[in-house]
């Protein structure tokens, strides 16, 4: 017998705003983005996330905050 799953997630942008600083390649201004995430396990929504990315306006490069990088 083998159990055969299929999952997949899908991203929808919701939103976009400035953030504070800028990129420390180009020196461009950063955006945040909101994305929501949709788990799915054989078509049927598991669960549900938003998350926050940040990226650079100009030359689109993705940016990490420090405090992500070293949680306390």
């Known amino acids: 017998m083998r159990l055969v799953y299929v999952c997949e997630e899908e ?32 078509h049927l929504p598991v669960c549900l996330r938003i998350k926050k990315k940040f990226f650079c306006a100009m030359c689109s490069k993705r940016l990490v905050l420090s405090s992500q990088l070293h949680p306390i």
């Not at 461009?28 to 054989?42: I, L, M, T």
């Open 11 to 42: 991203d929808d942008e919701i939103m976009k705003e400035k953030a504070p600083g800028k990129c420390p390649k180009c020196g461009g201004r950063v955006e945040a983005v909101y994305v929501q995430s949709r788990g799915k396990f054989c």
